[in-house]
């Protein structure tokens, strides 16, 4: 199947504009699945619950429901950031629609960074793996994690111990660490799945008592195999679709010999998860 992981600079508070652009990108038949950045429709750089309450939306709302009828219209599957409204509380969420445009997957982070703590509940679904549908009629196990889950190895692990065979990773990166990459590579092959990160690039200002605060979004999406290769890489500073063609069912296949299995050979007796 080929997959793309989506390279933008959202426009902040413009969710129009956003998933005009999202719709651009999705109705050029590229790929079988889209993945867009974290709070891809509508900026990310917020410290309180109020600065959100006009822009969140519940998964069954209107802008799900634009998003569904892409999804459904294209026959592309879509995985993006989304900021949900559910209960009185936001969450920093993903959601994941398939080629017929159902709401397959949805997801709400659980590592919550930085400004995140002031608006954002902490996710509370766990890490859950279900199926994507595609147009070709191929059915994908799916897990999603957003951001700054990727530094928590029990997160993608979770997934892999669930069934995934893909993970994507919607994501906002403003840290500079060189060991990104190496990590995402060893997330993939310590747990043999394919990751999609999705990441934006730009920069968001906002203005707090204290002074201006600046993030700058690093780019560089990529694509991993399920082995820890990188398929494909964005750079920095520019938008970027990356495609790649990935056969997830290979995930299933958790041997590495004839006499050992990464997940059958696990010791859960000795250590916790």
């Known amino acids: ?32 699945l889209y993945v867009f950045p974290e709070l891809a429709l509508t900026g990310y750089l917020f410290d309180e619950p109020a600065q959100v309450e006009d822009l ?13 009828a892409l999804a459904k219209d ?7 950031g ?10 920093n969420s993903s959601l994941a629609f398939d080629s017929d445009g159902n709401l397959a997957g949805h ?15 902490p996710g509370d679904l766990g890490f859950p793996v279900f199926d994507l549908s595609l147009a070709s009629g191929a059915v994908v196990k799916t897990g999603m994690m957003i951001c700054y889950d990727w530094r928590f190895p029990e997160a993608c692990r979770s997934l892999a111990l669930g069934g995934a065979e893909l993970v994507g990773v919607p994501s906002n990166i403003v840290t500079s660490t060189g060991l990104l990459h190496k990590t995402l590579q060893v997330r993939a092959f310590e747990n043999k799945v394919i990751i999609a990160f999705a990441d934006r690039i730009g920069h968001e200002t906002l ?6 605060v600046r993030l700058d979004f690093r780019g560089e999406s990529a694509i991993i195999n399920f082995n820890g290769e990188i398929l494909t890489i964005a750079g920095e500073s520019d938008e970027a679709i990356l495609l790649a063609d990935i056969d997830p069912k290979v995930s299933q296949n958790k041997t ?13 007796d000795q250590y916790r998860l």
């Open 107 to 121: 997801y709400r982070k659980v590592h919550l960074f930085h400004f995140e703590k002031f608006v954002f509940s």
């Open 74 to 80: 294209s026959g592309c599957a879509i995985i993006t």
């Open 1 to 32: 199947m080929k997959i793309a992981c989506v390279q933008t600079f959202p426009k902040y508070r413009d969710v129009e504009a956003n998933l005009l652009r999202m719709t651009e990108i999705v109705q050029k038949k590229e790929a079988e």
């Open 256 to 268: 590495i010999s004839e006499l050992n299995d990464i997940l059958g050979d696990r010791r859960a």
């Open 82 to 91: 989304f900021l949900e409204a559910a209960n009185g509380q936001f969450y």
């Open 56 to 68: 969140a939306q519940p998964i069954h709302g209107e802008l799900s429901s634009a998003i569904s």
């Open 207 to 212: 203005v707090r008592s204290t002074g201006p």
